[in-house]
């Protein structure tokens, strides 16, 4: 494709959250954050393993499909990118075309629908996803019940206390005082918007999201930066686990 007929693509399929380098054409030079996700890459692209050859990987929410590029180049037998949104897999789709990988696939499908693919992923990327859903807990257990094999690179945006602390495993029912410390594991619920966004539903602190990885069973291997966790496949979901779709008789 000519730098023409790429920058008029990128029109018709504006506007982009992605800011995306395409042959020269940048897809959202505005950005409110910046060149995003090029800025977040730069700083965790360390903990994520460079030599990907002969592994599968799932990107879910994949939006333009700047991660799903990157674990291409990268060296990923096979990359499943997915998201929801129609706009998005038609940016991504180009992007794709123009970066010229051909080992990715594009899926629409909702991460409460993922047991549905009946494929478990070496390397799956979970970024900027999670505060979107309405029932962020349950999209946790399902990922990692049907999907992740081994590891996870996963970001949430977090608000409240950053500092990261591991709590008693039981308190008696006099003890209230706990949950008033600012580190203690907290979900906030948007009820409307935040930062003009109706999808923003929910805004964990660091030690909530923390102990919802664990909760769902993964192991914590690197914290490069507070909104950013590399993790491993290393447990069960805690309680009845993932309760979506209905689990049969024989289950």
Same mark, same amino acid.
């Given at each position: 494709m000519t730098s023409e007929e790429i920058e008029r693509r990128v029109r018709e399929l504006g506007p982009w959250f992605h800011d995306l380098d395409l042959n020269g054409v940048r897809t959202a030079p505005q950005h409110f954050l910046g060149s995003y996700p090029v800025g977040l890459w730069e700083v965790i692209k360390h903990v994520v393993p460079e030599d990907l050859r002969g592994k599968t990987?799932?990107? *879910?929410?994949?939006?333009?499909?700047?991660?799903?590029? $990157?674990?291409?180049?990268?060296? #990923?037998?096979?990359?499943? #990118?997915?998201? !929801?949104? $129609?706009? !998005?897999?038609?940016? #991504?789709? *180009? #992007?794709? $075309?123009?970066?010229?990988?051909?080992?990715? $696939?594009?899926?629409?499908?909702?991460? !409460?629908d993922v047991a549905g693919l009946g494929e478990r992923f070496d390397f799956a990327v979970f970024m900027g996803v999670f505060y979107h859903l309405r029932h962020p807990l349950l999209a946790l257990d399902l990922v990692r019940e049907h999907l992740v094999k081994d590891l996870m690179l996963f970001e949430s945006m977090c608000r409240g206390s950053t500092r990261s602390r591991r709590y008693a495993d039981d308190y008696p029912f006099e003890e209230r005082d706990v949950f008033d410390e600012p580190a203690f594991p907290k979900m906030h619920f948007i009820e409307n918007k935040y930062a003009d966004d109706e999808t923003n539903w929910w805004a964990p602190n660091v030690s909530g999201m923390e102990a919802m990885l664990r909760s769902s069973g993964f192991e914590l291997l690197h914290h490069p930066i507070p909104e950013v966790w590399l993790c491993r496949a290393a447990g069960i979901p805690a309680g009845e686990g993932a309760v979506h779709p209905a689990r049969g008789g024989g289950r």
């Open positions: 990987v799932i990107d *879910l929410g994949c939006n333009a499909g700047f991660f799903s590029i $990157e674990m291409s180049r990268r060296g #990923a037998s096979r990359v499943l #990118a997915v998201d !929801y949104d $129609e706009r !998005y897999l038609d940016q #991504a789709r *180009l #992007a794709i $075309e123009v970066a010229g990988a051909t080992n990715i $696939e594009l899926r629409k499908l909702s991460v !409460y």
